[in-house]
């Protein structure tokens, strides 16, 4: 691999001043990362942590998926079992660093869908189970980030198309792990347009009516099937409705296809382009940016992005710095200088 120029290192640094000088610190839990499941690189961010220098100091938060975190190993995370990632030490260096650690977790899902309390029961274990394993190889969770139950819960066997029926398991839910979890702060991720405005503002009021507020509000958007004029509208009719009830609102930035990495940097820069134009400045932005793959192969593999280094174009940790790059401030000149948004 070749070594970065001269030039490149220049950007780096003008570009990390920019973004995380005194006078325009990141906020806190900003930004999310979370890398493709099955990475082959995963482990190497922790194994070679100057890779991502300057990327890695604008994360707050490292999600990991629940799969992670079960034995034996689900397919989808290839070579990152939980085994493998404790051995590697990957939880306790999060600690180290001083980034909090997230689950995305499952908690209304059609297998977790009975017509008595066994389901739900189960899903409360196996999130308990998830923490327990990273705190038991010396790490520690501050985030549970609930997988769209609104989009499983529109399934016939979960009660569906109502919304009620879901609203009273994530409310079961919530209840039971924050009991169990006092410090852990759980929110969800729902996705739109397949569900729209309305339904969304509707399943927080309903969690809200059952003392089950989320802590958070991260929005999984097909910006394509959405479109540009209603991502506009909607999307700051939520991020309303989220500071009005005093929790944080999030876009997740993501691509689709999981042949290359150039071709997954398409849409995650698609939707950046569009957030920017949707949130004209820093403040207005969204409360949280989560850069996250789940993208699959045509051979069914979820490796793509690659993770690094941060200093070849398209990797995950690359990407991670261009959209704060272009949020934070606009695309300047060749040198990486960052334009700062007023």
């Not at 309303?240 to 005093?246: D, F, L, W």
């Not at 939707?271 to 069914?300: C, M």
């Amino acid at each position: 691999m070749a070594c970065p120029t001269a030039r490149v290192l220049v950007a780096a640094l003008v570009l990390s001043v920019s973004l995380t000088g005194s006078g325009a610190a990141l906020d806190q839990d900003r930004v999310w990362f979370c890398p493709g499941p099955g990475t082959i690189d995963y482990v190497r961010l922790f194994e070679r942590p100057a890779e991502w220098a300057h990327a890695r100091q604008l994360v707050s938060v490292f999600k990991f998926y629940q799969q992670h975190t079960q034995t034996p190993a689900p397919l989808i995370v290839g070579p990152n079992s939980y085994d493998s990632l404790a051995r590697a030490g990957v939880f306790r260096t999060l600690k180290a660093w001083g980034k909090k650690t997230a689950i995305e977790i499952g908690a209304v899902k059609e297998f977790y869908c009975t017509p008595d309390a066994s389901g739900m029961n189960t899903a409360i274990a196996d999130s308990l189970a998830s923490v327990r394993a990273i705190e038991s190889a010396g790490g520690s969770v501050a985030y549970l980030a609930v997988d769209e139950p609104f989009v499983a819960g529109r399934s016939k066997i979960c009660g569906g198309p109502s919304l009620v029926p879901t609203a009273d398991r994530v409310a079961t839910y919530i209840s039971a792990v924050s009991a169990a979890l006092p410090k852990i702060r759980i929110g969800l991720i729902e996705a739109y347009p397949f569900s729209s405005a309305d339904a969304i503002e509707n399943m927080v009021q309903l969690l809200k009516a059952r003392n089950a507020m989320p802590a958070f509000l991260h929005m999984d958007v097909d910006w394509h099937l959405a479109g540009g004029a209603a991502f506009k509208e909607d999307m700051p009719r939520l991020q309303a409705m989220c500071a009005t009830e005093k929790i944080p609102f999030g876009i997740i930035i993501t691509g689709y296809d999981g042949n290359a990495d150039a071709l997954y940097a398409i849409d995650a820069y698609g939707i950046t382009s569009l957030i920017a134009d949707t949130f004209p400045t820093w403040d207005r932005a969204p409360d949280q940016l989560i850069l996250q793959s789940w993208a699959v192969s045509s051979t069914g593999l979820l490796i793509t992005p690659s993770n690094l280094p941060e200093d070849r174009p398209y990797t995950h940790t690359a990407m991670l710095w261009d959209v704060l790059r272009r949020l934070r401030g606009s695309m300047g000149s060749a040198t990486g200088t960052a334009v700062i948004r007023r």
